[in-house]
């Protein structure tokens, strides 16, 4: 047993193949959740691998980055629920770790209950951690940035050629950055380790020999009933696959500016019996309409004869021309 | 498929079939072969990568063989056949996403294998054939990224080539005839798109197919090296078949690799720029991203003119490629353990972090000329 493993090794013993033992579960939900087109992570796909396979300690962290610290991994609904499933996932695959690491390198009985014990002690550190190392990390990679900008403008190196200057500049703040990260990492395993000390102390020594142990420990990472085991995998990996034949886009979602498909309006179903009704009453309308004008023009005309049958009996009356023919020529009346 | 009949006196049609075929081709020994491959220390993450190459290649065929029924490799209509699949074929965006990243998945997963026998030493005796049989499978898919980046017959993929055959042409003796070999003409054209074509969906897979064959069988002469480290007493108590668990840590990492595709084909799907044209317009020519570390080096001021521009594109790669290939032979050192040998491990983070670096700047250079 080794009995003065650090924190920082004991944490990252744990993290470390826990991390990567949920992972596949967590990344057949995120590329359904790519398929249903409920998550979009834009730029920072990279980010968000990091985060996802680091959920243990970002679970609580991410809404802590995303709202207080305004800077978030992506966008949709499918992130928090995303990261909602990765919790009954982590608790499983640090319980599985962790049982493994108690026997196989502290040589101690896994105490019950182990998962989820490591998961919260684990969300609890990085959601007060991972906003600071967020924090710092942003601070320093931004100064050394402008420190390396600030480096090649002096006055000796103005004459360096741009892909020099382009490197030097990246070397430079890149090796800043990343020994800052590194740093920040060990930090933060150390926490995880110095958190779950005490429940490494409170467990019992493991009473077999080695063999007795690597037995013990190789039995535990294979399930009891591997038939069972097998036939429930294959089953979630054919409904996993039939989701994503479904949820997948038959056409690009990015469609080339030469290729756009031209919209097509949908005609309006047709309907005989409201069409013929509808024609019907229009008919109806418009007889209505001929039928007054006709009225109007017999009224008019009676109007006009009348009028005529009065100017006989007095004086001349000049007849207003009609509008509706062609007005004379003015040559014709010189 | 079981060893021992079924409870019932009469064997099942399944049990019939399987004794039929093993009586005339020895499926049982055959298999046990197969699986019964004992693997020193036990079954490790480390080791998926070579399963994985495998997973990822078949699915190239798969995708390639699909995308290869409404490809037409013509100048006139390469564009508008690609174009065609990722607009009006079904699902063939997706195919062809998932295509383009998995050669990128590949060139990343070939990189991982390599440096995992690097840092594990297990190229060193009696491993030596097993390595350099692997470098020629590199070169391999770096020739299959390279073949297939033209065929969509856009501008990126003209100038991509057009980059890629003069940095070819500055090799000594060969570099003259390969690149007018490659082109076919002065400028890429058809005849280029026809050579291309060939070597990729027709050299280069043969090739490939019977170089890993042979990179399996030289393995397996030689078995696994096992871990660098450990005592003798843990090695041995956690030495284990390469069946069950070695198998499911490789189908598991398979399944990685299927979801980290996929879900870059999601997140990026191919989109082709104009129809290649002999004017790069407002394009700024490069190589795609493998190459491009080599590119940007291209733009330093130490490797300006033709000598230098010689050394940078074939001198230092050529060296560095004369030196993997030796270095089965002048590391004779059978200590295996990678913390016990420093310069090997100084060499492959300097190697990393140079790739890492130039290729950065590469795009940061892009970023800088647009």
């Known amino acids: ?334 | 498929m079981s060893d021992t009949p079924s409870t019932g006196t009469q064997p099942t049609v399944a049990e019939k079939i399987f004794t039929f075929v093993d009586e005339r081709v020895g499926l049982k020994l055959l298999a046990a072969k197969m699986l019964n491959e004992s693997v020193p220390g036990g079954s490790r993450w480390a080791y998926v990568f070579g399963s994985i190459l495998l997973f990822i290649f078949i699915m190239q065929a798969i995708t390639g063989v699909l995308l290869m029924f409404y490809y037409v490799p013509t100048a006139d209509h390469a564009y508008a056949s690609t174009q065609y699949i990722l607009h009006d074929v079904d699902y063939g965006w997706f195919l062809l996403s998932y295509h383009f990243w998995g050669s990128t998945a590949m060139v990343v997963c070939v990189f991982a294998h390599m440096s995992q026998v690097f840092l594990w030493g297990a190229y060193k005796k009696p491993r030596e054939l097993i390595w350099l049989v692997g470098l020629a499978l590199f070169a391999l898919v770096m020739g299959f990224g390279f073949t297939g980046y033209l065929l969509p017959w856009d501008q990126r993929a003209y100038w991509a080539t057009t980059v890629g055959v003069e940095i070819m042409d500055k090799m000594p003796v060969l570099g003259d005839f390969l690149a007018r070999f490659l082109k076919g003409g002065p400028t890429p054209g058809q005849m280029t798109l026809s050579r291309f074509f060939v070597i990729h969906v027709m050299v280069l897979p043969a090739a490939l197919i019977a170089l890993a064959g042979l990179h399996l069988f030289l393995f397996r002469c030689a078995g696994p090296a096992g871990p660098f480290r450990g005592a003798p007493a843990e090695l041995k108590a956690k030495t284990d078949y390469f069946f069950p668990r070695q198998i499911w840590k490789d189908v598991v990492g398979m399944a990685v690799v299927f979801a980290c595709i996929s879900a870059m084909a999601f997140w990026e799907p191919v989109v082709l720029l104009e129809e290649a044209t002999p004017d790069p317009g407002d394009y700024h020519p490069e190589p795609e991203w493998y190459f491009l570390f080599i590119f940007q080096h291209l733009r330093l001021k130490m490797f300006s003119g033709e000598l230098g521009q010689f050394l940078g594109s074939m001198g230092l790669p050529g060296l560095l490629g004369m030196m993997l290939v030796l270095l089965p032979f002048f590391d004779r050192n059978p200590e295996r353990n990678i913390f016990k040998r420093p310069f090997a491990l100084i060499g492959w983070v300097m190697l990393t972090a140079s790739i890492l670096l130039f290729t950065v700047s590469a795009i940061i250079n892009r970023d800088f000329l647009d």
């Open chain 1, 1 to 334: 047993m080794n009995e003065h493993i650090s924190p920082t090794k004991l944490g990252f013993g744990i993290l470390w193949p826990a991390f990567w033992t949920g992972l596949p579960f967590k990344l057949a939900f995120a590329v359904l959740f790519l398929a249903f087109g409920i998550i979009h992570f834009e730029n920072r796909i990279a980010l968000a691998f990091v985060m996802l396979l680091a959920s243990p300690v970002t679970v609580f962290a991410v809404p802590t980055v995303t709202l207080a610290l305004g800077s978030n991994i992506g966008e949709g609904p499918g992130i928090a629920l995303l990261f909602l499933l990765a919790i009954p996932i982590d608790i499983w695959s640090l319980g599985i770790v962790g049982r493994t690491f108690f026997l196989e390198r502290l040589r101690r009985e896994p105490p019950g209950g182990l998962g989820l014990t490591l998961w919260w002690k684990c969300a609890l550190v990085g959601a007060i951690y991972v906003p600071i190392l967020w924090v710092a990390q942003g601070a320093i990679t931004e100064a050394a940035i402008a420190g390396a900008y600030s480096i090649l403008e002096a006055d000796v190196l103005r004459g360096i050629p741009v892909a020099e200057g382009i490197s030097i500049k990246l070397t430079l703040w890149s090796t800043v950055a990343t020994v800052a990260l590194l740093v920040l990492f060990v930090v933060g395993f150390s926490l995880v380790g110095r958190m779950i000390r005490r429940t490494v102390q409170s467990a019992g020594h493991a009473p077999e020999n080695y063999q007795g142990l690597i037995v013990r420990w190789d039995l535990m990472r294979v399930p009891l009933d591997q038939g069972w085991m097998l036939t429930a995998l294959s089953g979630a990996a054919v409904v996993l696959s039939v989701l994503f034949w479904f949820s997948l886009p038959v056409f690009t979602p990015h469609p080339h500016d030469c290729c756009k498909k031209p919209e097509v309006m949908a005609e309006p179903p047709f309907k005989p019996l409201e069409i013929l009704n509808e024609n019907e009453k229009m008919i109806a309308r418009l007889a209505a309409q001929v039928e007054l004008l006709v009225e109007q023009r017999a009224k008019s005309e009676l109007d006009k004869e009348q009028s005529k049958g009065k100017g006989k009996e007095g004086t001349e009356i000049v007849e207003a021309p009609d509008a509706t023919k062609p007005a004379a020529p003015t040559a014709a009346k010189q």
